[in-house]
């Protein structure tokens, strides 16, 4: 099961650093990060249906991270929380919160790993399945093995780690559906599920089992935007030709 990690330290300076003090972490596998440079931005992702199962939230010199954390909350009740300060002034606050921790700077990457691991072992985010009716009958898929979909006027494809699927449905609903859980709508005939994007490169994207399937340039820019965001420290895209 993927873990998603919203990293919104001060600045961005203090993202790059959160990034490597976690990088051991990353390593043990299935944790993806995302960074953000202000709440306001990660509340515009909310605000689309966004969720992560663990957010690092700056807390702000005069407090006001802590009006944002409230607002996550009450968007998402299940997230983990932790809070980042320059000192303890708003620990006491910051648990009213529901803070799960509370980092007072400068911490290390030690004392990050801890409190991230920690807070991941509380986790209690549900595994999600993508459920449709096939000629099989009823067919359950975790979302971390869906490659992709594909549609052929109303018959969808479905390609998974271990086997296809066919059945009936609109890619569009499928796109909104599954937004939230890490997919992108990339063309009008597709949805990918961005976890399994390897690179971006003019109008095409490939994906882990080696796979090509067309971004077109309508979504071009939101989709790499997207995948510099899960791995921001990776050159995986080429912008369309002009």
């Given at each position: 099961?993927?873990?998603?990690?919203?990293?919104?330290?001060?600045?961005?300076q203090?993202?790059?650093q959160?990034?490597?003090?976690?990088?051991?972490?990353?390593?043990?596998?299935?944790?993806?990060?995302?960074c953000?440079?202000?709440s306001?931005?990660?509340?515009?992702?909310?605000a689309r249906?966004r969720?992560?199962?663990?957010?690092?939230?700056?807390?702000?010199?005069?407090?006001?991270g802590?009006s944002?954390?409230?607002?996550?909350h009450r968007?998402?009740?299940?997230?983990?929380?932790i809070?980042?300060?320059?000192?303890?002034?708003?620990?006491?606050?910051?648990?009213?919160?529901?803070a799960?921790?509370?980092?007072?700077?400068?911490?290390?990457g030690?004392?990050?790993?801890?409190?991230?691991?920690q807070?991941?072992?509380?986790c209690?985010?549900?595994d999600?399945?993508?459920?449709?009716?096939?000629?099989?009958g009823?067919?359950?898929?975790?979302?971390?093995e869906i490659?992709?979909?594909?549609?052929?006027?109303?018959?969808?494809t479905?390609v998974?780690?271990?086997?296809?699927?066919?059945?009936s449905?609109?890619?569009?609903?499928?796109?909104?559906?599954?937004?939230?859980?890490g997919?992108?709508?990339?063309?009008?005939?597709?949805?990918?599920?961005?976890?399994?994007v390897e690179?971006?490169?003019?109008?095409?994207?490939?994906?882990?089992?080696?796979?090509?399937?067309?971004?077109?340039?309508?979504?071009?820019?939101?989709?790499?935007?997207?995948?510099r965001?899960?791995?921001?420290?990776?050159?995986?895209?080429?912008?369309?030709?002009?």
């Open positions: 099961m993927i873990r998603y990690i919203a990293l919104c330290g001060r600045d961005r203090e993202n790059s959160m990034l490597r003090g976690l990088a051991p972490l990353k390593k043990r596998g299935g944790l993806e990060f995302v953000f440079e202000s306001r931005t990660l509340l515009d992702e909310y249906g969720r992560f199962d663990l957010i690092l939230l700056d807390v702000g010199d005069d407090g006001a802590l944002a954390a409230i607002q996550l968007l998402h009740p299940a997230m983990s929380l809070l980042l300060a320059g000192s303890d002034r708003w620990a006491i606050p910051g648990y009213r919160t529901r799960c921790g509370y980092l007072v700077r400068p911490f290390s030690a004392l990050l790993q801890e409190e991230v691991w807070a991941l072992t509380h209690e985010t549900p999600f399945y993508y459920s449709f009716t096939s000629e099989e009823t067919v359950q898929i975790k979302h971390s490659y992709y979909f594909e549609s052929d006027v109303r018959r969808i479905l998974g780690e271990s086997a296809s699927y066919q059945f449905g609109q890619i569009s609903q499928i796109a909104q559906q599954m937004e939230p859980f997919f992108a709508r990339t063309h009008k005939s597709y949805v990918v599920n961005l976890l399994h690179n971006l490169f003019r109008e095409v994207l490939t994906l882990a089992n080696g796979s090509q399937v067309p971004c077109s340039r309508m979504h071009h820019q939101e989709v790499a935007r997207r995948i965001d899960r791995q921001p420290s990776t050159e995986l895209w080429a912008p369309p030709r002009s």
